[in-house]
């Protein structure tokens, strides 16, 4: 039992330093997403995203596009595994305490 729990522990250490590293990266990430916008034929991109109750619309110039895409799509990555890790954190607390 003593090896179990001394694992489980190991695995909550991994989890909490891997949720302070997804939040580091998750800050330097763009938030938001890309909208297009046809004007007289063209299409223009837009990065919309809410700060506080407002909702920002930012010009996207047509060589930023590609990387801006791949950063939301790693922030959209990194959130979901943020979310995984902490389901995992809340059964790891549990078994610490008992409760399983």
């Known amino acids: 039992m003593n090896l179990m729990i001394s694992t489980v522990q190991q695995e909550k250490q991994r989890i909490d330093y891997?949720?302070?590293?997804?939040?580091?990266?998750?800050?330097?990430?763009?938030?938001?997403?890309?909208?297009?916008?046809?004007?007289?034929g063209n299409t223009y991109?837009?990065?919309?995203?809410?700060a506080g109750k407002k909702i920002i619309s930012k010009y996207i110039g047509k060589k930023e596009i590609e990387k801006l895409k791949q950063q939301i799509d790693r922030r959209?990555?990194?959130?979901?595994?943020?979310?995984?890790?902490?389901?995992?954190?809340?059964?790891?607390?549990?078994?610490?305490?008992?409760?399983l």
């Open 18 to 40: 891997m949720l302070v590293k997804y939040q580091k990266a998750l800050a330097e990430l763009p938030k938001g997403t890309i909208s297009e916008k046809q004007v007289k």
């Open 45 to 50: 991109y837009y990065l919309k995203y809410r």
């Open 76 to 99: 959209r990555h990194i959130e979901t595994m943020i979310k995984s890790l902490l389901e995992e954190q809340k059964l790891a607390a549990k078994v610490l305490e008992g409760n």
